[in-house]
């Protein structure tokens, strides 16, 4: 028997899954497979290593080149240590607004893409819409790169991408790329008294946080003017640190977690090559000190910048179907850079404010979730045939 919801039903169901990233979003993904199978779509799960987790993506209408890809993540931000005035879980309607986890960040696209599956299967499509919803992207948009390789290597190339971030639908055709890594300096234990024999993990973990410091410092400097994006130049922060056991002791241990967001005109990879750098050259002073110490890296995530395109297919779609044709920057992160990457002119469109994102009362107005809705309906009258 087939499943119908409303865009606003959708929500519901979708919210009431807490599919934070630390957990499994499985018990949404097979939710939204039997939604789909319902109305005679196939869809395909990708795992990650665990099996707890999955990204789905399906096609619907005919197998051939130029169709549309809806992306979004399934996963959310934890609402520990929030003070809600309502659950969470349970989407809850109050002064025209829709509260809950997820509603704007971004289960309210996923919802308003998903309640039309009934309609895009009965339009005669001269091409598809592919949808596509990943895990784990708060977290480093980890799921979507294995998903995107099989939607690439096993469909049809798609002409274009939307990823459905909240930007009260408006055109966003750009975006900072970043890497996350994971620093963990092994220093080597000794009095305070002694300290020239021993090596201070903290002290050398605070070393390389200064020349972040510095270097952001430089970038500033030297940002380009009118790039559309706040801040303009790349920045480097640090925002967890943990190390040491008593004041007299170097500290044995210390780790700290950082984040680079790259301006879109400059790599990612060079930007992780040059800290790797920094630290390599630390990491043999105090190596030559005790050479048990040492710098180990671990990268997060690695999400690359969404280039502005000149006359994209992606962009003109969404002109065309807005009636807008503004662009903005923003300087947070989506998988729209990854299927960029593998070919795929890709913007940013979806309904809601970033600046509900990730909030305690997090919401999605309904004049919002309607314009999504109207949004997705002109989608689907471009593609008839």
């Not at 499985?26 to 005679?40: M, R, T």
């Not at 690439?152 to 890594?181: F, Q």
């Not at 640090?238 to 680079?260: L, P, Q, R, Y």
């Not at 795929?344 to 600046?355: F, Q």
Request: a negative charge; proline letters at 5%.
């Amino acid at each position: 028997m087939t499943q119908q919801y409303t865009a606003r039903e959708m929500l519901e169901r979708l919210v009431s899954f807490p599919t934070v990233s630390r957990d499994s979003n499985l018990p949404l993904i097979d939710f939204v497979a039997d939604y789909l199978e319902s109305h005679g779509v196939t869809s395909h799960r990708t795992f990650d290593e665990t099996g707890t987790k999955a990204s789905l993506h399906a096609l619907i209408g005919p197998e051939v080149e130029g169709g549309v890809v809806l992306s979004g993540h399934t996963d959310v931000v934890p609402t520990d240590g929030q003070e809600w005035t309502c659950d969470p879980w349970t989407l809850t309607e109050r002064d025209g607004k829709l509260f809950g986890r997820g509603t704007c960040d971004m289960k309210g696209f996923l919802a308003t893409a998903l309640a039309a599956v009934p309609q895009m299967v009965a339009a005669d499509l001269a091409q598809p819409i592919m949808l596509a919803l990943s895990y784990d992207e708060e977290v480093g948009c980890i799921g979507a790169p294995p998903m995107i390789d099989r939607m690439v290597a096993e469909l049809p190339m798609p002409r274009a991408c939307i990823v459905g971030e909240p930007s009260m639908m408006r055109l966003v055709d750009g975006h900072k790329g970043s890497v996350g890594l994971n620093i963990h300096v092994r220093g080597f234990e000794v009095h305070s008294s002694l300290v020239h024999t021993g090596v201070s993990a903290v002290m050398t973990a605070s070393r390389l946080i200064n020349w972040m410091y510095e270097t952001m410092q430089e970038n500033r400097a030297n940002a380009l003017p009118d790039t559309g994006f706040e801040p303009p130049w790349t920045t480097l922060h640090s925002g967890v640190i943990a190390g040491g056991t008593a004041h007299n002791i170097t500290a044995k241990d210390c780790t700290f977690v950082i984040d680079i967001r790259v301006a879109p005109h400059e790599s990612v990879d060079d930007w992780e090559k040059r800290f790797r750098e920094k630290a390599a050259e630390l990491e043999a002073e105090i190596q030559a000190i005790r050479p048990e110490a040492g710098i180990d890296i671990e990268r997060r995530g690695r999400v690359p910048g969404l280039r502005p395109e000149t006359d994209g297919a992606a962009a003109t779609l969404v002109r065309q179907l807005t009636g807008d044709n503004s662009s903005g920057k923003v300087s947070y992160g989506t998988e729209g850079g990854q299927f960029q990457e593998r070919g795929v002119s890709t913007v940013v469109c979806g309904p809601g404010s970033i600046e509900q994102a990730h909030q305690p009362d997090e919401f999605l107005s309904l004049d919002q979730l309607a314009e999504g809705e109207r949004f997705i309906a002109k989608l689907i009258d471009s593609l008839r045939r």
